[in-house]
């Protein structure tokens, strides 16, 4: 079967880092996506994992596991405008995206 | 990227209605998908369009309820057939652009209120 884990909410302070867990099991496996969604908006692509590691890009870092099935986004130096939904989507056979519930991260003055 | 388009942007409907979606790519694209997002919840995957051939749909969905068209790399439709309120949603559709495996992005979405 298919299933993608990840926390329902989390809060944290401006300024301060904050990484956002996903484990994920799917029939077929191609990479990884991040998305962050704002209320109201369209999903917005963060970052694609292939490989293991992490993959570094300004504030946001994205880290893969394939083998564990896991990956994790890496949040720094918190902004307000960064609370937002984020959404952990394996992409599997034919390029399909499975996303998990979401991550609503509420960051706090 | 790929610059994506969606009309309408947002429409209330009667029950036992239809209505079709339109989603426009700035370039020519392989793959489309469409998605729905239901109130308070995350994506769920509706069908593949390709170009030329019949739409591939998910589990759960089927053509007769959300027929879909694909005449060109640019352009698909989605019909929302026979609505009742829960069909209700968020209606997206997604691209890979240049058929780019590492890159998918959503049009700005069809936000859909059926009474």
């Known amino acids: 079967g298919q299933n993608i884990d990840q926390p329902t909410e989390m809060t944290a302070t401006e300024g301060a880092i904050v990484q956002i867990n996903c484990t994920y099991q799917?029939?077929?496996?191609?990479?990884l996506f991040w998305y962050q969604q704002h209320a109201g908006e369209a999903p917005t692509f963060l970052s694609y994992?292939?490989?293991?590691g992490l993959e570094e890009k300004g504030r946001f870092s994205s880290f893969l596991s394939r083998s564990k099935g896991y990956s994790y986004l890496l949040l720094k130096e918190l902004q307000m405008k960064d609370s937002a939904s984020y959404l952990c989507a394996p992409s599997g056979g034919y390029n399909k995206l499975i996303f998990g519930a979401g991550t609503r991260l509420a960051v706090h003055p | 990227s790929a610059v994506i388009s969606q009309k309408p942007s947002r429409d209330i409907c009667q029950r036992g209605t239809s209505l079709t979606i339109q989603c426009q790519v700035d370039s020519q694209v392989t793959m489309m998908f469409w998605y729905r997002q239901q109130p308070g919840q995350s994506l769920t995957l509706i069908a593949t369009a390709n170009q030329g051939s019949e739409a591939t749909y998910e589990s759960g969905f089927v053509i007769d309820k959300f027929p879909i068209s694909r005449p060109n790399l640019t352009f698909s439709t989605l019909t929302v057939s026979n609505m009742s309120p829960e069909d209700s949603s968020i209606y997206l559709c997604?691209?890979?652009?240049?058929?780019?495996?590492?890159?998918?992005?959503f049009g700005p979405g069809t936000r859909l209120t059926v009474l």
């Open positions: 997604s691209v890979h652009p240049s058929g780019r495996a590492d890159e998918q992005f």
């Open positions: 994992n292939v490989l293991d």
């Open positions: 799917t029939s077929g496996f191609n990479g």
